[in-house]
Nanobody, 127 residues
């Protein structure tokens, strides 16, 4: 079993930056592909960014490319999402997720690919 705990959300003005962190527990969590999703009010949960177990291939949704960067530190069992040039439309609850296929090479972009989820952290960007 893997537990994920997000932190780092908050209120920021448009153009500002935030860094989200996801702490993972579990002996094998370092071998999992990790992703960040977000859900705005009355909208479906959407993929934001993903990174494979080695920190190699990454994927981003088009709307955040060039602004967000996903990274991980397997020794610390941490995953990060650096968010720059934030926009009001980035406002959402952000969730960390883990795909339990160990040492997988595919970074999935759909929620059903991921097996473990954190409780979410709120990001609010004011205009």
């Amino acid at each position: 079993q893997v537990q994920l705990v997000e932190s780092g959300g908050g209120l920021v003005q448009a153009g500002g930056s935030l860094r989200l962190s996801c702490a993972a527990s579990g002996r094998t969590s370092s071998s999992y592909t990790m992703g960040w999703f977000r859900q705005a009010p009355e909208k479906e949960r959407e993929f934001v960014a993903g990174i494979n177990w080695s920190g190699g291939p990454t994927r981003y949704t088009d709307s955040v490319k060039g602004r967000f960067t996903i990274s991980r530190d397997n020794a610390k069992k941490m995953v990060y999402l650096q968010m720059n040039s934030l926009k009001p439309e980035d406002t959402a609850v952000y969730y960390c997720a883990a795909d339990r296929r160990s040492f997988g090479t595919v970074v999935g972009i759909t929620a059903d690919r991921y097996d473990y989820w954190g409780q979410g952290t709120q990001v609010t960007v004011s205009s």
